[in-house]
């Protein structure tokens, strides 16, 4: 059913969409097992009292709740049962059919993840915790440790830390910049430039003017009138208005290795480092140097005056990837204009707009808090309304595909996974271009789970019911 855009009703979204709390600098995740359900709602039921809404205004520090579908099952909301869950988060991302999907197999399979995995303790829930500093993050969590998790029936399974916000990741490169504009959130967010609201919070249009998918419950389930109404669907109760799907995936990121790669594959015939070279590699393998100017307005060197750069296209500046080459992963996260059957067109520019994706990530190890074995890499994390035609489709048809943009053996170079070793990276060049063969894998999964992030109402029908 179509609808017209609606105000965001802040005070029900939880913060984590609205703001990012990029202002946050400190941020840890408890993956929490429900033990015992019947003592969990209370627990959970105080838990969801210190949640922080969207309406919030830069709190010093902030708590978000998120659940998997094994996880609301154990609280009594049947997830195979009820209409409008979709199907990837139901079954799981450690579903068969999903992990080859996203390229989760060999040494990436989830029987060899440290959480997340069928061999690990069982996560039911997420509690995502920032704050302004370390020492206001250490009060959060002993406040939720104390509060909420010390009355019996949960458990936290890991507690993941982070390294402090900042824009690099581990790699290097500055991070953030390509973040979609969101219809009602930014005052530039207007025309061609703005993502339905809809693509990110469930109850609202999306960009082919629908409501997406989401979790109704018959009337009957909620007599007590703790949730709204759906009038789209002859009054149900809207168990998933304002809620969104939260992917989280922890990736370690192999740094030494990479820049021990791009070290080696850019030496000199007399066997010295090149160390200008090696940037400049690096630079075509991610799509921006170190400093976020992209390749397309900066191709032969940096320019950190073009570091928050974002306004540009493929299609009518870098179409043969002479600048920026076709498999660099910038281009594939977001290829912009260049999408078919229109390419240069406000029809593929709208088409991109159908799977953006709201990233939430942090950084941990490095000189911040490693993860128990002193990796470091990145908790992926990010928002969108519909998993499979954001996040898996992204993941699939974009990063992990070996014939994106016409190439042949050519998966994302920095993030996808090697099914085998004969993967490349193409430097397109006239007269000659140049491909870069047998490259390693640089980026590992560790963990990973489907979450639901639930509007505060609903998050009060969960545990008050």
């Known amino acids: 059913m179509a609808e017209t855009a609606a105000p965001l009703e802040l005070d029900d979204i939880q913060g984590l969409v609205i703001r990012g709390y990029n202002d946050l600098k400190s941020a840890c995740f408890l993956l929490i097992t429900v033990e015992d359900p019947t003592a969990a709602r209370p627990a959970l039921g105080r838990l969801a009292r210190l949640v922080t809404n969207g309406g919030a205004q830069s709190p010093e520090s902030a708590l978000n709740l998120a659940f998997t579908s094994d996880g609301l099952r154990r609280l009594g909301l049947d997830t195979r049962e009820l209409d409008g869950f979709s199907q990837e988060f139901v079954s799981g991302m450690t579903d068969p059919s999903r992990s080859r999907l996203l390229g989760d197999v060999g040494e990436n399979a989830p029987n060899g993840w440290h959480w997340g995995g069928p061999d690990c303790p069982p996560v ?83 960009e082919y003017g629908l409501l997406t998918d989401r979790p109704l419950l018959p009337a009957g389930y909620d007599t007590t009138g703790l949730l709204p109404r759906a009038p789209d669907a002859g009054g149900a109760a809207d168990f998933g208005r304002n809620g969104s799907y939260l992917v989280f995936r922890q990736l370690r990121q192999d740094v030494a290795g990479f820049h021990r790669y791009l070290e080696e594959a850019t030496r000199r015939p007399d066997g010295s480092a090149d160390p200008e070279a090696g940037e400049a590699l690096g630079a075509r393998m991610v799509g921006r140097w170190p400093s976020g100017a992209p390749l397309v307005h900066a191709p032969l060197r940096d320019d950190p005056s073009l570091g928050s750069d974002n306004d540009f296209g493929y299609f009518a500046t870098d179409p043969d990837g002479l600048s920026c080459p076709l498999g660099a992963h910038v281009r594939r996260a977001n290829p912009r204009d260049s999408l078919d059957p229109e390419p240069g067109s406000a029809q593929s520019v709208a088409i991109g707009r159908r799977h953006r994706l709201l990233r939430r990530g942090r950084a941990y190890g490095g000189d911040g808090e490693a993860d128990g074995d002193g990796e470091t890499g990145l908790h992926f994390l990010c928002l969108g309304a519909n998993i499979s035609r954001q996040f898996e489709f992204v993941q699939h048809t974009w990063l992990n595909n070996a014939h994106f943009n016409g190439l042949y053996d050519g998966p994302d170079p920095v993030v996808a996974p090697r099914q085998n070793h004969d993967a490349t990276f193409t430097v397109q060049a006239v007269p000659v271009r140049t491909r870069y063969r047998g490259l390693p894998q640089f980026v590992s999964i560790r963990g990973g789970a489907y979450f639901f992030l639930p509007g505060l109402q609903a998050l009060r029908y969960l545990c008050e019911r």
């Open 124 to 206: 039911d829930a997420l509690a995502l915790l920032y704050a302004r500093d370390e020492e206001l993050l250490g009060r959060l969590e002993a406040q939720v440790r104390q509060d909420a998790l010390g009355g019996g029936g949960l458990t936290v399974a890991a507690r993941l830390g982070t390294s402090p916000l900042t824009d690099r990741e581990p790699f290097g490169f500055r991070d953030g910049i390509s973040q979609p504009l969101v219809e009602g959130l930014s005052k530039v967010a207007v025309g061609d430039d703005a993502v339905k609201a809809g693509e990110f919070v469930l109850g609202y249009a999306n």
